[in-house]
C-alpha cells in the first residue's frame, strides 16, 4: 500500500475516534476504506467508533460497509468494544441477561446474540454455552417475571437486558442442584426445545 493510501486510512480511524462524521465522509469520499486496520492492532474505523460511543459515525460507517465481524488483533469484534447500548444496537447486537433458576449465586451474566439472527435455538445454544449447562437438561426459558419463552417470535420480541432464567429439569439421576454444573462437549442444542419453535 503506498504511504498515501495508509496515511488516508490512518486519518480516517483517528475522524472515527474522535466523532468527527463530516471528517469520516470526506476520507470515504476521498477513497479511504472503510475496513482497513492498523498494522500493530487490527483495529478498524468502526472499532475506534464504537470503542468511544460516537453512535451517529457508527451508522455511517456500516452505511458505507464497514464490516462489524472485522476482529481487532487481540480479537475483539466492534460490538465488543462498544461500553454503550445505544452503539450495540446500531450494530445489530441484543444484549440478555441470562441465570439459571435457583442456584445459589443468583447472578445474571449477559450475552450478545445477532439480531438478525434471532431464534430460540441461538439463545439456548447461547445461554447453555455461557452458562456451562448441557442443553439437555434446560426444561424452559423463562422471561422474568413470569413469561415462558417457546418459539421465535417469543424471542423476537425480546428488548436490551432483558431478564432471563433457564428452569433446568429435575432428576433423581441427576441432583438439581448439580445439574448447572454439567458441562457437556456436544454442541449446545436442545432438540426437544428447539421442537418448540415454528
Known sequence: MSGGAEELQERLREAAA????EEVRRLLAAGADVNSRN???GWTCLHWACKRSHAPVVSLLLDAGADPRIPTAAGQLAAQLAGR???RRILGE???KVRVQNLRDDDFIEIELDRQELTYRDLLRVSCCELGVNPLQVERI???PNTVLRKDKDVARLQDFQELELVLVRSDS???R???STLSERPCYNSSASKLTY
Not at 474522535?18 to 462524521?21: F, H, Q, R, S
Open 85 to 87: 447500548a445505544h452503539v
Open 18 to 21: 474522535l466523532g468527527d462524521a
Open 178 to 180: 448439580n445439574a448447572a
Open 142 to 144: 423463562r422471561k422474568l
Open 39 to 41: 498494522e500493530i492492532d
Open 174 to 176: 441427576s441432583p438439581f
Open 94 to 96: 441484543l444484549v440478555l
